[in-house]
């Protein structure tokens, strides 16, 4: 989404992304609120927010792509999607490739970002 042009471009592709995202918490919890009553709760909401803020998302994503459509949704949904390839396989199914978990290691000293004492032993 940067490689595309401007910053207006790129503060629309986000919000467009970012909305898509807040659309799914919403599913989700409401999903919960059904499927799981007796999980706890640190605090409760009532359902009328999630429910607002899920058709809030949903006229976010789908009004622009309506009132002007462009290739840039379709890359942007894309983009998500992508991350799906990654996601299935290493997180859900924790397949595991020998090496990669040096290179996480590496990458997180690196980077300065939370090493995990768990991967050196």
């Known amino acids: 989404m940067v490689l595309y042009g401007t910053i207006d471009s790129l503060i629309d592709f986000f919000s467009f992304t970012?909305?898509?995202f807040y659309?799914?918490?919403?599913?989700?919890?409401?999903?919960?609120?059904?499927?799981?009553?007796?999980?706890p709760r640190p605090y409760k909401v009532p359902i009328i927010i999630p429910v607002l803020v899920l058709v809030i998302s949903i006229y976010l994503v789908i009004g622009p792509i309506i009132d002007q459509p462009t290739?840039?949704?379709?890359?942007?949904?894309?983009?998500?999607?992508?991350?799906?390839?990654?996601?299935v396989p290493?997180?859900?199914?924790?397949v595991r490739i020998p090496f990669m978990d040096g290179i996480t290691v590496f990458l997180q000293m690196l980077l300065e970002v939370a090493p995990t004492t768990s991967m050196f032993e």
């Open 71 to 87: 290739i840039e949704y379709l890359y942007a949904a894309l983009f998500i999607l992508g991350g799906m390839v990654f996601y």
């Open 18 to 20: 970012a909305w898509i």
């Open 23 to 39: 659309g799914g918490a919403m599913l989700a919890l409401i999903v919960m609120r059904f499927t799981k009553p007796n999980y």
């Open 90 to 94: 290493f997180v859900h199914y924790k």
